[in-house]
């Protein structure tokens, strides 16, 4: 079942120190804070079939969430989902939010620059290797074997 990225949050001392962010498990690390390097990471492995999507709270700006979807599966911190289970429990996680799922139609450094992401400067260490590595955890859903491509 689908763990919302909301149940996730940083701390404040999380927030203010990139080195107490950086040091939380990997699942809590991309769940918030470094989604966006989760999903631009998994577009570099696999930049065919799939797109960064945003999760904005309604009337919001910038997205609260990034992650990877091919129309009908999506990944992210909790590695593969049924899109429409993620948009579902994110929503019900808080309702008050009324998330609407929307693709990004930018690269990383757009997203960055444009909606306050942090760049992959400012995490205290580089996180895309770590991000490739999480990557591989997970099997896709129509596949048995982690790394395989459709």
Do not use: N
């Not at 999506?74 to 579902?88: K, M, N, Q, V, Y």
């Not at 429990?89 to 008050?96: F, G």
């Not at 009324?98 to 909606?115: F, T």
Request: hydrophobic share 40%; proline share 8%.
């Amino acid at each position: 079942m689908y763990i919302p990225c909301s149940v996730f949050r940083r701390s404040p001392l999380e927030r203010a120190d990139e080195r107490l962010a950086w040091d939380r498990a990997d699942q809590w690390f991309f769940a918030a804070g470094a989604c966006h390097i989760l999903a631009f990471a998994f577009l570099e492995e696999h930049p065919h079939g799939f797109a960064a999507m945003g999760l904005w709270p309604r009337g919001i700006v910038d997205p609260g969430h990034v992650y990877i979807s091919d129309g009908t599966w999506a990944f992210d911190h909790c590695g593969w989902t049924l899109e429409s289970e993620l948009i579902a429990v994110s929503r019900a996680a808080e309702p008050a939010m009324d998330y609407q799922s929307q693709p990004l139609g930018m690269d990383i450094d757009e997203l960055c620059a444009r909606h306050w992401y942090p760049t992959r400067a400012e995490f205290a260490f580089d996180p895309w290797s770590r991000a490739h590595s999480y990557i591989k955890q997970f099997a896709y859903p129509w596949r048995s074997e982690p790394g395989t491509t459709p």
